[in-house]
């Protein structure tokens, strides 16, 4: 008798508990088929999924929320990336290195308006394929300081890498028919 009991008290409790999961996968999936329709999309489909895997993505539910999240994680991985070159720019004591490095300082400087007319562009509805072209532009001049002087190592590399494939992300977005 005592069992039963408990089993009837804990009955409401497993129901409530299923529909709040029954329900939280049906929210979840519906994101995540918008989120996959976009990264399968994608020439950058791994560095997609990888982007939208965090909670604040997976609250995307247009198109529109999609780009605004990855123009937000660009210019927030931009700023992280800017202070980066700016210390071993400044760190840098050999001097021919440091005249490049503060090339490519200057292009991140200019980037930041890039991304800045970003956010501008997607709130007008405009082509965010030109204006993540015209931030895409800036890193291939820093990348492009490296192939000019080949015997200076490239400690932006990987950052600039990074940040492409946000542009190309963006772009990719753009594109998609959703």
Request: charged share 20%; net charge negative.
């Amino acid at each position: 008798m005592g069992r039963s009991i408990s089993l009837i008290f804990l009955l409401p409790y497993i129901f409530l508990l299923s529909v709040d999961l029954f329900g939280a996968n049906l929210r979840a999936n519906a994101v995540t088929q918008l989120i996959q329709k976009v990264c399968d999309y994608s020439t950058v489909q791994d560095f997609c999924y990888n982007v939208f895997a965090n909670d604040f993505a997976q609250r995307a539910k247009t198109k529109y929320n999609i780009e605004d999240v990855a123009i937000q994680l660009a210019y927030s991985n931009y700023t992280i990336i800017h202070r980066n070159v700016w210390n071993i720019t400044s760190n840098e004591t050999n001097p021919e290195f440091k005249h490049i490095y503060r090339k490519c300082l200057h292009q991140y400087l200019l980037l930041k308006s890039d991304l800045e007319n970003l956010i501008d562009v997607l709130i007008l509805e405009g082509n965010l394929d030109e204006a993540a072209q015209r931030a895409t532009d800036h890193l291939n001049v820093c990348v492009g300081y490296f192939y000019q002087y080949p015997n200076i190592p490239n400690p932006f590399a990987k950052d600039n890498e990074h940040l492409a494939y946000f542009f190309e992300l963006i772009r990719d977005i753009y594109f998609t028919p959703l």
